[in-house]
C-alpha cells in the first residue's frame, strides 16, 4: 500500500470554528509532513513530524496546530483561522525525515475559511 | 531557503511532442528532484538525481543535472494527453535543512 490518504477532501469553515484535518499512511514511513498550497503556486512546508516528534515548525502561526497521534497518523487541528488561510492542505510520508527520501503525497484538502 | 526555478512557466504541446522543462538552482546541492501535479491534486514523485549523476531514466522521462550550471532539465518523450499537468523541481540543499525547496512549476498542457 503506497498511498497518503487524507481527510475531509474539502472542507469550509468559518473563521471562528474548531476543525481538523487528518492524513494516514501504512508505508511504515517515519516522516511526515503538512504543506500549505496556494493556487498556482508550489507547497510551501509547514511541519514536519520524524519518529512522531515534531522537528520542523516553519514558524507557522499558532492557529495552526499539528498533532501526531502515532506513527500512521497525522493532524491539523485548525482554530480561528482567516479568509487567507485558505488553501489546499497536501500532507506527505516518507521513509525517513529529509531530501534524500521520496516523499508521498496525499490527494490534499481543499479548506475554505469564510 | 534556496528554491529551483524553473523556465518556461507554461508550455503547450501537441500530443506525441517531445516537452522539455528546465529548473535552474543557487546553492549547492545533494539531489534534486522532479515531481508532477494534476490539477488540484497531490504531488507525484517522478525521479531523483543525484548530485554526483548528470542523467536519469525513467519510462518516458528524461532528466539531467548540470551542477556546474545549477541546472536541471525534464524531458517528456511522446507526450500524451494524460502528462497534462504541473510539473515542479525540487532541491535539497547540500549544506541546508535537509528540507525539499520547490520552484515555481511548469504548466504542460498537451493537447489530443
Known amino acids: 500500500d503506497t498511498e497518503v490518504t487524507q481527510t475531509p477532501k474539502h472542507l469550509v469553515m468559518g473563521m471562528t470554528n474548531k476543525k481538523s484535518l487528518k492524513c494516514e499512511q501504512h508505508m511504515g514511513h517515519r516522516a511526515m509532513y503538512w504543506y500549505k498550497q496556494k493556487a498556482k503556486k508550489p507547497p510551501e512546508l509547514m511541519f514536519v513530524?520524524?519518529?512522531?516528534?515534531?522537528?520542523i515548525n516553519e514558524s507557522v502561526p499558532s492557529r495552526f496546530s499539528p498533532e501526531c497521534p502515532n506513527s500512521s497518523l497525522l493532524n491539523l487541528h485548525l482554530h480561528a483561522l482567516q479568509p487567507e488561510d485558505s488553501a489546499l492542505y497536501l500532507c506527505a510520508s516518507s521513509q525517513g525525515q529529509g531530501g534524500t527520501y521520496e516523499q508521498y503525497f496525499g490527494p490534499g484538502t481543499r479548506l475554505t475559511v469564510t | 531557503s534556496q528554491q529551483g526555478e524553473e523556465d518556461p512557466q507554461a508550455l503547450s504541446i501537441q500530443e506525441g511532442e517531445n516537452a522539455t522543462m528546465n529548473c535552474s538552482y543557487k546553492t549547492s546541492i545533494n539531489n534534486l528532484q522532479w515531481y508532477r501535479q494534476n490539477s488540484g491534486r497531490g504531488l507525484v514523485h517522478l525521479i531523483l538525481?543525484?548530485?554526483?549523476?548528470r542523467e536519469k531514466h525513467s519510462g518516458r522521462l528524461r532528466v539531467t543535472l548540470d551542477t556546474s550550471k545549477k541546472s536541471s532539465s525534464l524531458l517528456i518523450t511522446a507526450s500524451r494527453a494524460a502528462d497534462t499537468a504541473s510539473y515542479f523541481c525540487?532541491?535539497?540543499?547540500?549544506?541546508?535543512?535537509?528540507?525539499?525547496?520547490f520552484g515555481k512549476g511548469n504548466q504542460v498542457v498537451v493537447i489530443p
Open positions: 538525481i543525484r548530485s554526483n549523476e
Open positions: 525540487a532541491t535539497v540543499e547540500f549544506y541546508g535543512n535537509n528540507r525539499l525547496a
Open positions: 513530524y520524524s519518529y512522531e516528534k515534531l522537528s
